[in-house]
């Protein structure tokens, strides 16, 4: 059930992390090394010197795990910039799984160990529930996501369906047992924008709350070496 929220939609927006985020699917590390890793979020530790107001927001305690493991150094340099503001831990599950065939044991493992994760590296759980590339729900979610003590969930894969469209940018999901988690599809409908002019005209044109709010997400992503992006 959707509930529409309309006198708390502005609560994602304002919370969600603002900045660049990276976007790994971590079964290509069958095929690519960790240095990609090294190289990716060491260039953001850079930046965040070069350029003092610049974030940088990465999902899944997995690959923060493998930077501790393998990297020890520059996941110090992670936790030094997080408590800073700029380094964002977000999601707060292991990897951004799949949420159709596993069962709601499995899901519930999922966030059990990456909050567990990122409180005991990083002081604290994430507040926000970061999935935008799965291309279904499990109607558990909701209840889970709140159990986990998380408020907000964004994703973003099923506003690109042909047919079945969105009938809201923002609104409250309602889950099995009755339990409502605030929800964002950003309305540019990627989740590696590359910030261009026709991006954000049509995040503008898209934003069903545009005329009562000022905020709204657009995810920015450079990386993506998968799809032949530049590196």
């Known amino acids: 059930m959707i509930l529409h929220g309309f006198g708390l939609i502005a609560k994602l927006a304002e919370n969600a992390p603002e900045g660049k985020h990276t976007f790994i699917i971590i079964i290509i590390i069958i095929t690519v090394p960790l240095i ?9 530790i850079r930046y965040m010197v070069d350029y003092p107001d610049y974030k940088f927001v990465a ?4 690959q923060f795990a493998w930077m501790k493991e393998n990297y020890p150094g520059l996941f110090k340099r992670m936790q030094d910039k997080a408590k800073e503001g700029k380094f964002v831990p977000t999601g707060g599950t292991w990897v951004e799984m799949d949420c159709n065939i596993p069962s709601g044991e499995s899901l519930v493992r999922q966030f059990l160990l990456g909050q567990k994760f990122f409180e005991k590296e990083f002081g604290h ?3 926000e529930f970061w999935l935008p590339d799965t291309f279904g729900y499990s109607a558990q979610l909701p209840q889970i996501i709140k159990g986990a003590g998380m408020e907000f969930f964004l994703t973003q894969k099923l506003s690109w369906n042909l047919f079945n469209k969105m009938p809201s940018n923002t609104f409250y999901w309602q889950g099995l047992d009755g339990t409502s988690v605030l929800t964002h599809f950003p309305p540019a409908d ?12 049509k995040k503008q044109k898209k934003f069903f709350f545009i005329n009562s709010m000022r905020t709204v997400v657009l995810i920015w992503a450079q990386t993506d070496f998968v799809h032949g992006r530049k590196f």
């Open 36 to 44: 990609i890793y090294f190289f990716s979020w060491s260039a953001q």
């Open 59 to 62: 999902s899944q305690a997995q």
């Open 125 to 127: 759980k994430c507040t």
């Open 190 to 201: 990627t989740y590696c924008s590359e910030a261009n002019v026709k991006e954000v005209r």
